[in-house]
C-alpha cells in the first residue's frame, strides 16, 4: 500500500535507467549498491524488472496483453474464415479410404491445415466405427434419413468403398431423387 503523501513518480526507476543508460554492463547488484551510495533505496527485484524490461522493449509494470493460443483455430472452430479440420479429414477420408492416420495428418498439414494426432485418430476412429459423420449432410435432414440401410437388391452387403463410391455419385447427380430418376430411365432402356 502507497504511503500517504509520497507521490510515485517512477523516479526510482528512471534513475535505475539512467543508470544502465551509463552502464550498460552493470549487474542488478551492482546498480543497487551504486544507487544506494547516492540515496536511493531500490531492490534488486526493481532493478531487473527495470534491466530486462528494457532490455526487451517491453513496458514496465501493468498486465501483459492476453495473446491468442492459436492463430488458425478457437477451441476446434474455424476463425473468420479458417478450415474446420475435422471436415478437412473427413473430405480425405472420403477420398482416400485406404489412408492411414500418419498418411493423413501429414498430407494435411502439408496443406496448410494444422490437425494434430488426436484430432485425426478421434475423427478416424469415429467415421471407422460409423457413429460419426462421415460426408456433410444437408442442413436439417434427420440422422435416421442419413443413415439409410443399403439396398437389399445385392444381398444388402456393400463393403465400405462401395457405399463411398455411391455416395460420392449421388453427390455428383445432385441428390438421391436424382439418382432415382437416373435408375429408372436406366431400367426402360434394358
Same mark, same amino acid.
Given at each position: 500500500m502507497a504511503k500517504k503523501g509520497v507521490k510515485r513518480d517512477g523516479s526510482k526507476s528512471q534513475a535505475i535507467q539512467n543508470y544502465l543508460t551509463a552502464n550498460p554492463e552493470a549487474n542488478s547488484k551492482a546498480v543497487k549498491d551504486a544507487l544506494a551510495k547516492d540515496g536511493l533505496s531500490v531492490s534488486e527485484g526493481l532493478v531487473n524488472k527495470v534491466k530486462y524490461s528494457k532490455a526487451t522493449g517491453k513496458k514496465t509494470g501493468g498486465r501483459k496483453a492476453a495473446t491468442p493460443r492459436r492463430t488458425a483455430t478457437r477451441r476446434g472452430r474455424p476463425v473468420a /474464415? /479458417?478450415?474446420? %479440420?475435422? !471436415?478437412?479429414?473427413? !473430405?480425405? %477420408?472420403t477420398a482416400n479410404p485406404s489412408a492411414t492416420r500418419p498418411e493423413i495428418r501429414d498430407t494435411l498439414q502439408a496443406q496448410g491445415v494444422p490437425v494434430s494426432n488426436s484430432l485425426v485418430n478421434a475423427v478416424f476412429m469415429k467415421v471407422k466405427s460409423g457413429s460419426g459423420k462421415s460426408a456433410k449432410r444437408s442442413p436439417g435432414r434427420p440422422k435416421a434419413v442419413a443413415r439409410a440401410a443399403a439396398p437389399t437388391s445385392s444381398g444388402g452387403n456393400m463393403s465400405a468403398a462401395e457405399l463411398i463410391n455411391a455416395k460420392q455419385l449421388v453427390d455428383q447427380l445432385g441428390g438421391i431423387d436424382k439418382v432415382r430418376d437416373a435408375l429408372a430411365l436406366l431400367e426402360q432402356l434394358q
Open positions: /474464415g /479458417g478450415v474446420n %479440420m475435422s !471436415d478437412a479429414i473427413r !473430405d480425405f %477420408m
